[in-house]
């Protein structure tokens, strides 16, 4: 969970191997023949021989590119539905990914995100909201998926797979409570805020040319990661909700940091503004 997830086990690797090996070992029955014929030995100028002979047999790898040709559309269709193996790290990351370089945020010098982020993204939700917590949600998260499975899931685009399964109002309510849990944290939103920006850069693979998260990014991320919160602190019912789960206090709390992010975006507003003149 919200890590690199392993291929399942199978013959993929088995059976490309055997494929080529077949090759092999036709080039090999070649240079045998040629052995006998010769007396038990075989020249460098008869392996070459033999290896033109197979250049010429168009057939050759037809059994090898037919295995192949298969596990690749068996790939394709695992890319569709893959992403169910490691849920709810994609469902948090979905809350942000419109951010991400190379979608509707356009370039990193234009204020995209890195898609480097992604695993200190994650190292902070798990020192956040605990790997316990993390765990029970995404085990509930997969037993709703497996509740609303359909034979169209195998077919879908993995975004319109992530649309459709964060319109089931039990998977929100759960995402809802891990970037809750998150916003507690900001009690002290100041130094919260300065600490997870440095810890973002502090675990950024730096190369060449290195990308830094700045505090610019840090008010966009939150006010994306905390959208629902905010929405449900609105609504009494969703509210009453959160106080039922988390408390009354942390409730308070929750408004005291939401007022406090909405400062930071509205003064990030003034200055693109001030900005744009």
Known sequence: MIAIVKAPRDSFKQRHHSAAFAVLEQFAAGLIEQAKAHGGTISAEQISSALETLRGQNKLFD????????????????????????????????????????????????????????????KVIRMMVGMDMLQEIDGEIQTIIEQHADEEDELRDPTDYWDHLAEEPQVANRLNLVFSRMALHFKDYERRKNWMIQLVNDNMPHGDHAWTFTEEHC???????????????????????????????????????????????????????????
């Open 219 to 277: 008010v966009r991320l939150l006010r994306a990661l905390f959208r629902d919160v905010r929405s449900a602190l609105s609504k009494p019912e969703r509210s009453a909700e959160l106080v039922a789960k988390l408390g009354s206090e942390n409730v308070e709390t929750l408004r005291n940091v939401m007022a406090s992010l909405d400062r930071d975006v509205a003064t990030l507003h003034i200055r693109e503004a001030e900005n744009w003149e």
């Open 63 to 122: 059994a090898a590119w037919m295995t192949l040709e298969a596990d690749l559309d068996t790939v394709k269709t695992r890319q569709n539905v893959a992403v169910r193996h490691d849920p709810l790290g994609r469902l948090l990351v979905s809350r942000f990914a419109h951010q991400l370089e190379g979608r509707e945020a356009g370039d990193l010098e234009h204020g995209a995100l890195s898609r480097e982020i992604l695993q200190p993204f994650f």
